[in-house]
């Protein structure tokens, strides 16, 4: 997939302004010690597999910005986006999902 398919039509930020974003999140999420927790506890091999779901009804915002964010993690995970942007969803929906390393994934 793409970084352009998982931008619905009618996107409300530019692919530089997402990676800009994902950018500043990670470095202050991670800083410069990465994630430890899971360097730690998770085997560098372990994969997963895991559906985003809503808890509650809503708009939906920031999926191109999640997609990115586990895209920088592993270019290797596999994002199937089920929603897009703007969408109105009730609780219980599955916005995407995601199947590949446990690392990036946790």
């Known amino acids: 997939m793409t970084n352009a398919s998982l931008l619905c039509p009618g996107a409300f930020l530019s692919p530089l302004a997402i990676e800009e974003a994902?950018?500043?999140a990670l470095a202050e999420d991670l800083g410069r010690a990465g994630d430890i927790t899971s360097a730690v506890?998770?085997?560098?091999?372990?994969?997963?597999?895991?559906?985003?779901?809503?808890?509650?009804?809503?708009t939906l915002a920031g999926l191109p910005l999640a997609a990115a964010t586990f895209r920088r993690l592993d270019p290797a995970v596999e994002i199937l986006a089920q929603t897009?942007?703007?969408?109105?969803?009730?609780?219980?929906?599955?916005?995407?999902?995601?199947?590949?390393?446990?690392?990036?994934i946790l």
Do not use: E, H, N, Y
């Open 41 to 58: 506890t998770v085997p560098q091999s372990a994969t997963a597999r895991a559906v985003m779901v809503t808890r509650k009804a809503g």
């Open 22 to 24: 994902v950018t500043r």
């Open 84 to 104: 897009c942007d703007g969408d109105s969803v009730p609780a219980g929906t599955a916005l995407m999902t995601l199947s590949g390393s446990a690392r990036a």
